[in-house]
């Protein structure tokens, strides 16, 4: 998709910790019966839904107050459970900034988006931008914690885009630390941060097994 043909409106999904990045997906269940309207109206329309976290993840409300920049991802995967749940994945396209809520009337809710920010999400990377060796001794020490050593080599044949905005998202990363990979600069910048994230959790895990 071209810049102008993403729509001035969309749909959110408000959830906390579920990060969604350009040229990754994003599984989800879906059972609320707001939510199961907004996927049944973007399945109608242009398949598009943005996905952003609360600013309190422990927030109960029903319109908890949100971040102001998220993903917009097209369903790319549709099926129907038994259960009356639907299960979606959404292709990560390109980053927006929430210009105003909308007053709606529809049960889910709707926001007024601008991508200009982040018209670089549309563009091919170039090659070699990111110190993958970096990454590699990085997340090979993350994952020998993880017992799941055996992993890179699968994720290692990803694109640098692919592989960064990949592993920002299955990382066990907090709401708060999801939300500033989401927000990084660009893709170095969120390798970058990325990098130092995983050695400050090896860094956690060594000093926790010490102290034992």
Excluded at 79 to 91: H, K, S, W, Y
Excluded at 171 to 182: D, G, I, M, N, T
Aim: aromatic share 6%; with cysteine; proline share 7%.
């Amino acid at each position: 998709m071209g810049l102008d043909e993403f729509p001035p409106v969309l749909p959110i999904f408000p959830l906390s910790g579920a990060l969604l990045l350009s040229n990754a997906h994003l599984p989800l269940n879906i059972f609320e019966p707001r939510y199961l309207a907004m996927v049944q109206d973007a399945m109608a329309t242009n398949r598009l839904i943005g996905m952003v976290q609360p600013r309190d993840p422990n927030s109960r409300l029903m319109t908890p107050e949100i971040f102001h920049i998220g993903c917009a991802g097209k369903i790319c995967e549709y099926g129907a459970l038994p259960n009356g749940m639907l299960r979606i994945t959404l292709e990560g396209l390109c980053r927006f900034e929430v210009i105003e809520e909308l007053d709606v009337t529809t049960p889910y809710r709707q926001i007024k988006a601008a991508y200009g920010k982040f018209r670089h999400d549309l563009e091919p990377l170039r090659r070699n931008s990111v110190d993958r060796q970096a990454l590699h001794e990085t997340l090979r020490h993350f994952l020998e914690f993880e017992d799941g050593g055996d992993d890179w080599q699968t994720l290692d044949n990803l694109e640098d885009d692919s592989l960064i905005n990949s592993l920002a998202m299955i990382c066990p990363f907090s709401p708060v630390e999801k939300q500033a990979l989401l927000e990084a600069e660009d893709v170095c910048s969120r390798a970058e941060l990325l990098i130092s994230l995983l050695q400050m959790m090896i860094q956690q895990v060594e000093t926790h097994r010490t102290l034992q």
